[in-house]
């Protein structure tokens, strides 16, 4: 499994801590990680996320991930195929973090892992399926996060 990060808003140079955020993308990956496969994380603005919304979900509002999972090709091509894209709204993260008492980095990886979560087939369509992947994304940031 191989994730791929892309800054497609002007997120802060000291926020930009790829490794940190492909490893708990990773983490969170772990179930599918022998999958010949890649991940995008795009991390966006406002205006693209609701376009994203727009296009692809018929939602006309700002969210803070989407996730898109891709199939599986039919036969072996040889490279990675696309698992999947997770949209990060950083516009998003950079509101919510001092709602729920993470920094911005924190907030941005919430998502990040929020949405490789859905990846691997969680669901949040309940408070207790919500509660359930929170606490694992929580797990994860707090596993990458500490000093070892």
């Known amino acids: 499994m191989n994730v791929n990060i892309f800054y497609q808003t002007d997120v802060p140079k000291h926020l930009r801590r790829t490794g940190i955020i492909k490893k708990a993308c990773l983490a969170a990956l772990a179930p599918c990680a022998k999958e010949n496969a890649e991940v995008n994380i795009i991390f966006v603005d406002e ?19 989407i996730s898109f999972n891709h199939p599986r090709p039919p036969f072996d091509i040889g490279a990675p195929w696309a698992f999947g894209d997770v949209y990060v709204c950083y516009g998003v993260a950079r509101k919510n973090a001092p709602l729920f008492k993470h920094t911005h980095l924190q907030e941005m990886m919430m998502y990040a892992v929020h949405g490789c979560l ?5 669901d949040d369509g309940t408070p207790p399926q919500r509660a359930e992947m929170d606490r694992k994304a929580e797990k994860i940031i707090a596993r990458t996060l500490s000093p070892r």
């Open 118 to 122: 859905h990846l691997t087939g969680m």
């Open 47 to 65: 205006k693209e996320i609701l376009r994203v919304n727009k296009t692809y979900l018929n939602h006309h509002y700002v969210t803070d991930v």
